[in-house]
C-alpha cells in the first residue's frame, strides 16, 4: 500500500548471520507492528512500537531486536538468523490503539535463513 | 489474553455459492473486530470492521459479518462467491494491538 513500504522483498542468508528488515512509512501513524506470518499459526505479533524509542514484545519475541529512531522508520534484526526464522515478514501501521482504528500492512519480506 | 479462534482452516467452494466462515474471540470487553483478506502473492487488506452500532456489518466486494456478543462470534459471510474471492482470510480482535486467527483458506472452484 502506498505509505508503507518494507526492504528487502526478498533475502537468502546464512545461518548465525545477522540480518535487519526496514519498515518506512510516510504517514506519520504512532503505532507501527512487526509480525511474521507462517502456515497454521496465521500472522504473530514479533514486536511493536508506539513512539519513538518506545518499543515491546509480542508473542514471538526471542531471537529478535527492534529499533525505533525515528517516527518513519522501524527495524526488525535477527541477531543470529537461525532456520526457524525463515518466514515472510509483514509490517503494519496504525494510527491509534484501543479504538477502531485498524492496520496498514506493507507488502512483505520474505526471508529464507540457509 | 485474548484469543481468536477461526474454525475451518480450508475451504473448498464452487462459484455462486454461498460462504459463512466461522470467528470465535475470547475477550469480555469492548471488542473491535475486523476481518482482513489475503490474496495470493499479496499483503493483507482490511475487509471489514465492527467496532459499536449495527451489529451487521457489511464490507467491501459484497462481504458482510454479524457481530453477535453473546456467542462471542463475529462470523464472515458472502451470499455468492467468485472465483477471484479464492485468498486466505483473517479474523481479529483489537485491544491495544491486533491478535489474527490463524487464518481460513478459502479456494473457489471455477
Known amino acids: 500500500d502506498a505509505g508503507i513500504t518494507q526492504s528487502p522483498r526478498h533475502k537468502v542468508t546464512e545461518t548465525g548471520t545477522p540480518v535487519t528488515l526496514r519498515c518506512h512509512q510516510t504517514?506519520?501513524?504512532?503505532?507501527m507492528y512487526w509480525y511474521r506470518q507462517d502456515p497454521g499459526h496465521g500472522l504473530r505479533l514479533i514486536h511493536y512500537s508506539y513512539g519513538v524509542k518506545d518499543t515491546d514484545k509480542g508473542e514471538v519475541s526471542d531471537g529478535y531486536s527492534v529499533s525505533r529512531s525515528k517516527t518513519e522508520d522501524f527495524l526488525l534484526t535477527l541477531e543470529s538468523a537461525t532456520s526457524s526464522q525463515t518466514s515472510v515478514y509483514f509490517c503494519a501501521i496504525s494510527e491509534a490503539t484501543g479504538s477502531s482504528y485498524g492496520y496498514t500492512f506493507g507488502s512483505g519480506t520474505r526471508l529464507t535463513v540457509v | 489474553a485474548q484469543s481468536v479462534s477461526q474454525h475451518n482452516h480450508h475451504v473448498i467452494l464452487s462459484e455462486a455459492a454461498s460462504l459463512e466462515l466461522g470467528c470465535n474471540y475470547s475477550?469480555?470487553?469492548?471488542?473491535?473486530l475486523f476481518w482482513y483478506v489475503q490474496y495470493p502473492g499479496q499483503h493483507l487488506q482490511l475487509l471489514l470492521k465492527?467496532?459499536?452500532?449495527?451489529?451487521l456489518v457489511k464490507g467491501i466486494k459484497g462481504f458482510e459479518a454479524e457481530f453477535i456478543k453473546s456467542k462471542f462470534s463475529f462470523n464472515l459471510r458472502k451470499p455468492s462467491v467468485q472465483w477471484s474471492d479464492t485468498a486466505e482470510y483473517f479474523c481479529?480482535?483489537?485491544?491495544?494491538?491486533?491478535?489474527f486467527g490463524k487464518g481460513t483458506r478459502l479456494h473457489i472452484l471455477p
Open positions: 481479529a480482535v483489537r485491544d491495544d494491538k491486533i491478535i
Open positions: 475477550y469480555g470487553g469492548t471488542v473491535n
Open positions: 465492527y467496532f459499536s452500532g449495527d451489529p
Open positions: 504517514e506519520n501513524h504512532r503505532y
